[in-house]
């Protein structure tokens, strides 16, 4: 080695040394991770890019509402720390951001992570770490049924499952000799909703004449709905997330086929009917069968007296003032951090992770501001869907027309295990 | 051949910091720093198979795919250790990159890197689709990585020396394959390739060989991009993550061995960063970077320091790139127009 390369591998040498030595200086002992005397810290993922990014407006609804709450006099005196990154959709992405959170950033709970493949990925560390993995942003049924094998994971949303199983009675009630055109995202999510409606079908399960799949990466589901309509149906399951969806809707009235369709409630928010109808034309949002579970942003005429929505209405206009608060993406967002608060709100001020789970666990929320009238957010440790209750909605023009009554979906979910 | 005292150092001062990385960075970066490996070793693929032969590859996320899946297939399902799923996978995608080689003799520039590109994009369907093998749209999940017995350290610090013991024997490996008279074959058939035929130079095994080498070296970046994560799904592999790749690569310097080691560094920690700087759209910092760097560094970033270095110094009697561009200026190497 010449002289001065060894000078310089030295001084890095001393230079690592040094920085091992104050970089391990002790963190103050408190009681729990992620807890101060005036800070609780929570982190979440969002796919502010990539194919889902239209879903990232939830994390944003959260960052408002916590903000809110901040400004509030916080949860028990502490103030809300969130920390949100964007993962893409990925989940090698969204595993590297939530180690960082969870050893770097000190997190108490990781909250509302996004997407059924990002949650399989991250649940066997949180677990294994024993950080509480609360209401994750999707309606996989697994959420619920392997609690024992994962008691740190908790979903909130309602069961995919359970929701194309109230699809299908509609269609059984409604439209006995419909035949069924299914349009599916290929994918867990998507095999999830067909695995629902064929349940809810049971013996009629002959009614669908055709499914056709598409993949996320596709440009354009064209080809699909001409293949749907070349196969005579006359009824129509999207079973889409929100851009595919738009499509399917508009595509389908672009080749004048007229079905009685179905969507599902994840590409349900306003915003995307109105592009749909925009696009499309208003033939091809009219009359199309969705289900609700939480109050509906764009809604103005009928909640134009709602407590809940005038709440919801005020936190948007003073932390995110220049988006689109008609998108339910927001309101979700809001709502279930409502539930998060309320969570650390009843572990009370000697909080500890073990308490959240214990009270997330075993919760009767009936107070949420943002969910459909009568729906409560319910779990017992052995019954771990917060959601169960829907009701039916039609698309009558401008807005979401419920019909009929909520139904709880808890004795299928129940079945379903 | 004389050894050139100062690339060892380079490469000394390298591993010394590599080494002691995990005694100064917290814990959560010593996990970021495996993916730096793994994204590395992917690129340094993209480095001999692009920058050297000219071959473009807008699939090599495919061959990561195959990688990852070969190894939790075999951890999942029969129960393999990692390190025989590692030379599996190994195996298997240095099989299929010596076939889809073969495929790519036929096709130039921009229609191999169409359907390279083909192959990234037909991947998450395909795994999606023999749901019995790969768990489907589910993906699989793997048991983390424990420390053996006796070595006092956590999984994390194990997988973290594991995966650059690896990176670096996949370096050096790569450097004694492409210096002699392989190296000078690929780049000849790069930068003339009807010179080169007449000068003897058979195109058929040399480009299909150097496919099947960087194949390898994909599935081993998939491996070790599989294994920390603990879980495979369609998900993990779309075709960005293909042009992800070749965006580190152009980034960090397509012409050296330095240039991939700086593209891992870039690809892993450029988004987080993007993230830090805007989080509102850290695509559209994501994309400015890029502009900003293939403007003023055309030559990626290691080719941009190194434009600084002659600047204010005289140029060394060495090449100072051990397996770099012939020159002793670095040379943007752009191989669209090479072919």
Same mark, same amino acid.
């Given at each position: 080695?010449?002289?001065?390369?060894?000078?310089?591998?030295?001084? /890095?040498?001393?230079?690592?040394?040094?920085?091992?030595?104050?970089?391990?200086?002790?963190?103050?002992?408190?009681?729990?991770?992620?807890?101060?005397?005036?800070?609780?810290?929570? #982190?979440?993922?969002?796919?502010?890019?990539?194919?889902?990014?239209?879903?990232?407006?939830?994390?944003?609804?959260?960052?408002?509402?916590?903000?809110?709450?901040?400004?509030?006099?916080?949860?028990?005196?502490?103030? /809300?720390?969130?920390?949100?990154?964007?993962?893409?959709?990925?989940?090698?992405?969204?595993?590297?951001?939530?180690?960082?959170?969870?050893?770097?950033?000190?997190?108490?709970?990781?909250?509302?992570?996004?997407?059924?493949?990002?949650?399989?990925?991250?649940?066997?560390?949180?677990?294994?770490?024993?950080?509480?993995?609360?209401?994750?942003?999707? #309606? @996989?049924?697994?959420?619920?049924?392997?609690?024992?094998?994962?008691?740190?994971?908790?979903?909130?949303?309602?069961?995919?499952?359970?929701?194309?199983?109230?699809? @299908?009675?509609?269609?059984?009630?409604?439209?006995?000799?419909?035949?069924?055109?299914?349009?599916?995202?290929?994918?867990?999510?998507?095999?999830?909703?067909?695995?629902?409606?064929?349940?809810?079908?049971?013996?009629?399960?002959? =009614?669908?004449?055709?499914?056709?799949?598409?993949?996320?990466?596709?440009?354009?589901? #064209?080809?699909?709905?001409?293949?749907?309509?070349?196969?005579?149906?006359?009824?129509? =399951?999207?079973?889409?997330?929100?851009?595919?969806?738009?499509?399917?809707?508009?595509?389908?009235?672009?080749?004048?086929?007229?079905?009685?369709?179905?969507?599902?409630?994840?590409?349900?928010?306003?915003?995307?009917?109105?592009?749909? @109808?925009?696009?499309?034309?208003?033939?091809?949002?009219?009359?199309?069968?969705?289900?609700?579970?939480?109050?509906?942003?764009?809604?103005?005429?009928?909640?134009?007296?709602?407590?809940?929505?005038?709440?919801?209405? $005020?936190?948007?206009?003073?932390?995110?003032?220049?988006?689109?608060?008609?998108?339910?993406?927001?309101?979700?967002?809001?709502?279930?951090?409502?539930?998060?608060?309320?969570?650390?709100?009843?572990?009370?001020?000697?909080?500890?992770?073990?308490?959240? =789970?214990?009270?997330?666990?075993?919760?009767?929320?009936?107070?949420?501001?943002? @969910?459909?009238?009568?729906?409560?957010?319910?779990?017992?440790?052995?019954?771990?869907?917060?959601?169960?209750?829907?009701?039916?909605?039609?698309?009558?023009?401008?807005?979401?027309?419920? =019909?009929?009554?909520?139904?709880?979906?808890?004795?299928?979910?129940?079945? $379903?295990? | 051949?004389?050894?050139?005292?100062?690339?060892?150092?380079?490469?000394? +001062?390298?591993?010394?910091? +590599?080494?002691?990385?995990?005694?100064?960075?917290?814990?959560?970066?010593?996990?970021?720093?495996?993916?730096?490996?793994?994204?590395?070793?992917?690129?340094?693929?993209?480095? %001999?198979?692009?920058?050297?032969?000219?071959?473009?590859?807008?699939?090599?996320?495919?061959?990561?795919?195959?990688?990852?899946?070969?190894?939790?297939?075999?951890?999942?399902?029969?129960?393999?250790?990692?390190?025989?799923?590692?030379?599996?996978?190994?195996?298997?995608?240095?099989?299929?990159?010596?076939?889809?080689?073969?495929?790519?003799?036929?096709?130039?520039?921009?229609?191999?890197?169409?359907?390279?590109?083909?192959?990234?994009?037909?991947?998450?369907?395909?795994?999606?689709?023999?749901?019995?093998?790969?768990?489907?749209?589910?993906?699989?999940?793997?048991? !983390? &990585?424990?420390?053996?017995?006796? +070595?006092?350290?956590?999984?994390?610090?194990?997988?973290?020396?594991?995966?650059?013991? &690896?990176?670096?024997?996949?370096?050096?490996?790569?450097?004694?394959?492409?210096?002699?008279?392989?190296?000078?074959?690929?780049?000849?058939?790069?930068?003339?390739?009807?010179?080169?035929?007449?000068?003897?130079?058979?195109?058929?095994?040399?480009?299909?060989?150097?496919?099947?080498?960087?194949?390898?070296?994909?599935?081993?970046?998939?491996?070790?991009?599989? %294994? !920390?994560?603990?879980?495979?799904?369609?998900?993990?592999?779309?075709?960005?993550?293909? %042009?992800?790749?070749?965006?580190?690569?152009?980034?960090?310097?397509?012409?050296?061995?330095?240039?991939?080691?700086?593209?891992? %560094?870039?690809?892993?920690?450029?988004?987080?960063?993007?993230?830090? +700087?805007?989080?509102?759209?850290?695509?559209?910092?994501?994309?400015?970077?890029?502009?900003?760097?293939?403007?003023?560094? !055309?030559?990626?970033?290691?080719?941009?320091?190194?434009?600084?270095?002659?600047?204010?110094?005289?140029?060394?009697?060495?090449?100072?790139?051990?397996?770099?561009?012939?020159?002793?200026? !670095?040379?943007?190497?752009?191989?669209?127009?090479?072919?």
């Amino acid at each position: 080695m010449t002289s001065p390369v060894r000078k310089a591998a030295v001084g /890095i040498f001393a230079t690592a040394f040094a920085l091992a030595v104050t970089g391990s200086t002790i963190a103050p002992v408190s009681a729990e991770t992620g807890v101060t005397d005036t800070e609780i810290v929570l #982190g979440g993922t969002h796919p502010y890019s990539g194919p889902a990014s239209a879903y990232g407006n939830i994390g944003k609804g959260i960052g408002a509402y916590f903000s809110y709450v901040n400004d509030h006099g916080g949860v028990n005196g502490r103030k /809300i720390k969130y920390i949100d990154k964007d993962d893409g959709y990925s989940p090698p992405q969204a595993v590297q951001l939530v180690h960082q959170m969870v050893e770097q950033d000190k997190v108490f709970a990781i909250f509302d992570t996004l997407g059924t493949a990002v949650n399989t990925a991250l649940r066997p560390y949180l677990n294994q770490q024993g950080v509480p993995h609360l209401f994750v942003a999707t #309606g @996989a049924s697994t959420w619920g049924h392997d609690y024992q094998k994962f008691p740190w994971t908790i979903g909130w949303q309602p069961d995919y499952q359970a929701e194309a199983i109230l699809y @299908a009675r509609d269609i059984l009630q409604n439209h006995p000799k419909a035949k069924i055109g299914v349009l599916y995202q290929n994918d867990d999510y998507g095999e999830d909703y067909n695995a629902g409606l064929k349940r809810g079908l049971g013996t009629h399960q002959n =009614m669908i004449v055709k499914m056709a799949s598409y993949e996320t990466t596709d440009p354009s589901v #064209g080809s699909q709905i001409a293949t749907l309509k070349a196969s005579g149906a006359d009824t129509f =399951m999207i079973f889409a997330t929100p851009k595919f969806a738009i499509q399917a809707m508009v595509l389908a009235a672009q080749q004048s086929w007229h079905p009685v369709t179905y969507l599902n409630n994840v590409s349900a928010a306003v915003p995307f009917m109105q592009a749909a @109808a925009k696009a499309g034309g208003p033939s091809a949002v009219a009359g199309v069968i969705s289900t609700i579970y939480l109050k509906d942003p764009a809604n103005h005429a009928r909640y134009a007296g709602d407590a809940g929505m005038k709440w919801y209405n $005020e936190i948007m206009a003073k932390y995110l003032p220049s988006a689109d608060k008609d998108d339910g993406n927001y309101l979700y967002g809001v709502s279930i951090g409502y539930t998060m608060v309320d969570v650390l709100k009843r572990a009370g001020k000697d909080l500890t992770r073990k308490k959240v =789970m214990d009270i997330a666990t075993n919760l009767v929320e009936k107070d949420n501001p943002l @969910a459909y009238p009568g729906v409560i957010i319910h779990t017992s440790p052995s019954f771990r869907y917060p959601i169960t209750q829907m009701i039916t909605a039609k698309w009558l023009a401008t807005d979401w027309s419920p =019909m009929g009554v909520l139904v709880d979906t808890r004795a299928l979910t129940m079945a $379903e295990k | 051949m004389r050894p050139n005292v100062a690339a060892l150092a380079r490469v000394g +001062i390298a591993v010394a910091i +590599i080494a002691l990385l995990p005694a100064v960075v917290p814990s959560f970066l010593v996990f970021d720093l495996i993916y730096v490996a793994a994204f590395s070793i992917a690129i340094l693929g993209l480095v %001999i198979l692009t920058g050297m032969n000219g071959q473009i590859s807008l699939g090599h996320g495919a061959f990561m795919a195959l990688g990852g899946y070969v190894v939790a297939v075999l951890a999942h399902s029969a129960g393999w250790p990692y390190w025989a799923g590692i030379l599996a996978a190994m195996v298997a995608c240095g099989l299929f990159g010596l076939v889809f080689g073969l495929i790519a003799l036929r096709l130039a520039g921009v229609y191999l890197a169409l359907a390279t590109f083909s192959l990234a994009v037909a991947t998450p369907s395909f795994l999606k689709h023999y749901k019995s093998i790969t768990g489907g749209f589910g993906g699989m999940s793997l048991q !983390p &990585v424990q420390a053996p017995a006796g +070595i006092p350290t956590d999984g994390q610090h194990w997988l973290y020396y594991v995966s650059w013991a &690896v990176a670096g024997l996949a370096f050096a490996v790569s450097a004694l394959i492409v210096r002699g008279k392989f190296g000078r074959a690929l780049r000849a058939l790069r930068d003339n390739p009807i010179a080169a035929v007449s000068f003897g130079v058979n195109p058929y095994v040399y480009k299909t060989l150097a496919f099947g080498w960087s194949a390898v070296l994909a599935g081993l970046a998939g491996a070790f991009y599989a %294994i !920390p994560t603990a879980y495979v799904s369609p998900d993990t592999f779309t075709f960005a993550l293909s %042009i992800t790749l070749l965006i580190g690569a152009v980034l960090g310097g397509i012409s050296t061995f330095w240039g991939a080691l700086v593209g891992g %560094i870039v690809v892993e920690f450029l988004p987080l960063v993007a993230q830090q +700087i805007n989080a509102a759209a850290p695509s559209v910092v994501y994309g400015v970077a890029l502009i900003l760097v293939m403007m003023f560094l !055309p030559d990626g970033i290691v080719g941009g320091v190194l434009r600084l270095v002659y600047r204010f110094r005289p140029a060394p009697s060495q090449p100072a790139l051990e397996s770099s561009t012939p020159s002793a200026a !670095p040379v943007a190497v752009s191989p669209q127009t090479r072919e």
